[in-house]
């Protein structure tokens, strides 16, 4: 089965770009997108992460990022779906901005490690960004379905990888597609993370850790691994995706 990837921009951050680019670029300011990630083939309707509830959708922010910034149902009715019409959400991780939507996916089998339910329902103080009232109504119904393997096949052609590099339970999605292998990335990368500009690969590094992760050295080496089991890496919120429609 060959899969194509639709990113679908249903979010954004404005922030400081070193939170991407561990002990690099500290001040510079950086807008990224939030993506859910519509995976069309086959006769399953799947999402990768369903984004923010509430975006802010403003000129400026459209701007840098270059494409258009949409709510969860505007996003998908591109492509002529709703949320009920979902079959299955893939979760990176389940920091907010990934999960928003999740409870509007009422028909929805709904994938997730089963340390990122841990770290969900009992955050550590450092980690804000988990919040538990976007995943109780789908854990009451008895959609999710949750990974304890380090690596599962989700669907023929879609399977998941444990990569913890910026969470303990990030999934990697492997998609098969046209084009090779697609890696969208269990962890909240851009593109410069996986291909450094030449002064950092003066300094022998290969990969640069996302800003915020749970083991640096852990997370390079991840990483690495995912760069080589792909032909094509999809950062997470690597901003080109909002200029483009399709990919594989």
């Known amino acids: 089965m060959k899969y194509r990837i639709h990113p679908i921009v249903m979010g954004?951050?404005?922030?400081?770009?070193?939170?991407?680019?561990?002990?690099?670029?500290?001040?510079?300011?950086?807008?990224?997108?939030?993506?859910?990630?519509?995976?069309?083939?086959?006769?399953?309707?799947?999402?990768?992460?369903?984004?923010?509830?509430?975006?802010?959708?403003?000129?400026?922010?459209?701007?840098?990022?270059?494409?258009?910034?949409?709510?969860?149902?505007?996003?998908?009715?591109?492509?002529?779906?709703?949320?009920?019409?979902?079959?299955?959400?893939?979760?990176?991780?389940?920091?907010?901005?990934?999960?928003?939507?999740?409870?509007?996916?009422?028909?929805?089998?709904?994938?997730?490690?089963?340390?990122?339910?841990?770290?969900?329902?009992?955050?550590?103080?450092?980690?804000?960004?988990?919040?538990?009232?976007?995943?109780?109504?789908?854990?009451?119904?008895?959609?999710?379905?949750?990974?304890?393997?380090e690596e599962r096949e989700i669907l023929p052609g879609i399977r998941v990888v444990h990569t913890p590099v910026h969470t303990e339970g990030g999934l990697t999605v492997f998609v098969d597609t046209e084009q090779g292998i697609a890696a969208i990335t269990g962890f909240c990368i851009i593109d410069e993370n996986m291909n450094p500009p030449a002064a950092i690969r003066g300094m022998e590094m290969e990969v640069i850790p996302p800003g915020t992760c749970i083991n640096p050295k852990q997370g390079y080496d991840i990483m690495l691994k995912v760069k080589e089991a792909a032909d094509i890496v999809l950062p997470l919120h690597e901003p080109r995706f909002a200029r483009m429609e399709t990919i594989g």
């Not at 400026?60 to 779906?81: H, P, Q, S, V, W």
């Not at 019409?85 to 009422?106: A, F, G, P, R, S």
């Not at 990122?116 to 854990?139: A, C, G, K, Q």
Request: hydrophobic share 30%; glycine share 8%.
């Open 12 to 149: 954004s951050k404005v922030f400081d770009k070193g939170m991407m680019t561990y002990q690099h670029d500290y001040g510079t300011p950086y807008t990224i997108p939030i993506y859910t990630w519509y995976i069309e083939g086959g006769d399953k309707r799947i999402l990768v992460d369903t984004g923010e509830l509430n975006p802010i959708v403003s000129p400026d922010r459209e701007a840098a990022l270059g494409g258009r910034i949409y709510t969860f149902e505007a996003g998908l009715a591109k492509f002529g779906l709703t949320p009920a019409d979902i079959d299955v959400v893939i979760h990176t991780h389940l920091h907010n901005d990934h999960c928003e939507n999740d409870y509007k996916c009422e028909n929805a089998e709904i994938w997730v490690h089963e340390k990122e339910l841990e770290s969900i329902h009992n955050p550590h103080p450092l980690d804000f960004r988990y919040l538990e009232d976007y995943i109780t109504d789908v854990e009451d119904n008895g959609q999710l379905r949750v990974i304890t393997e």
